[in-house]
T-cell receptor, first 116, second 111 residues
Framework: GAVVSQHPSWVICKSGTSVKIECRSL??????MFWYRQFPKQSLMLMAT?????????EQGVEKDKFLINHASLTLSTLTVTSAHPEDSSFYIC????????????FGPGTRLTVL | AQSVAQPEDQVNVAEGNPLTVKCTYS??????LFWYVQYPNRGLQFLLK??????LVKGSYGFEAEFNKSQTSFHLKKPSALVSDSALYFC?????????FGTGTRLQVFP
């Protein structure tokens, strides 16, 4: 089946630094990738949608200058949390939709970010 | 706007008993509905989906869900629960770009 990986699986950083999270589709091409944030009450929030070769579409209330998304190829999307603060600590999950495939999203295992 | 609600934060059921995890939705037009499961320390996994056709949809691990248009519901069911089914379950409705998730229901199956 389709596999999506995320790297790193967890990261601890100091306040004010930037962190990059990678999302890769390992055995399929993904024209569309999604980034979610999972809050402590376990609800998922769609942050942005990225399409290969174009700018990401951000959901209302998500700062695009703070959460930089790049979808450079059909198998890789990156989320960079710039100038991270403790309130950015969360679980970030990416998913990918296969090019020309079904409606199913395939999720990465998530990245836990802790900002000190 | 599309939305989905999971009214129960937690569902407890004894092993071997049937289980139901509730989900209701609000959409304009025909809904695309999904169930995902998240096991402890694991990523989300796709369970099943309803796009069109039969109202009873069968998915992975013996789960099924029934689409009920009049009640705008898409409850997840399993005839006989296993302890290994204990996990966090998310209902989702398809938006233009991605899935909108419910707040999740924690299923606890007791031996």
């Amino acid at each position: 089946g389709a596999v999506v990986s995320q790297h790193p699986s967890w990261v601890i950083c100091k306040s004010g630094t930037s962190v990059k999270i990678e999302c890769r589709s390992l055995d399929f091409q993904a024209t569309t990738m999604f980034w979610y944030r999972q809050f402590p009450k376990q609800s998922l929030m769609l942050m942005a949608t990225s399409n290969e070769g174009s700018k990401a579409t951000y959901e209302q209330g998500v700062e695009k200058d703070k959460f930089l998304i790049n979808h450079a190829s059909l198998t890789l999307s990156t989320l960079t949390v710039t100038s991270a603060h403790p309130e950015d600590s969360s679980f970030y999950i990416c998913s990918a939709r296969e090019a020309g495939g079904t409606d199913t999203q395939y999720f990465g295992p998530g990245t836990r970010l802790t900002v000190l | 706007a599309q939305s989905v609600a999971q009214p129960e934060d937690q569902v407890n059921v004894a092993e071997g008993n049937p289980l139901t995890v509730k989900c209701t939705y609000s959409v304009s037009g025909n809904p695309y509905l999904f169930w995902y499961v998240q096991y402890p320390n694991r990523g989300l996994q796709f369970l099943l989906k309803y796009i069109t056709g039969d109202n009873l949809v069968k998915g992975s691990y013996g789960f099924e869900a029934e689409f009920n248009k009049s009640q705008t519901s898409f409850h997840l069911k399993k005839p006989s629960a296993l302890v290994s089914d204990s996990a966090l379950y998310f209902c989702a409705v398809r938006d233009i770009f991605g899935d909108i998730f419910g707040t999740g229901t924690r299923l606890q199956v007791f031996p």
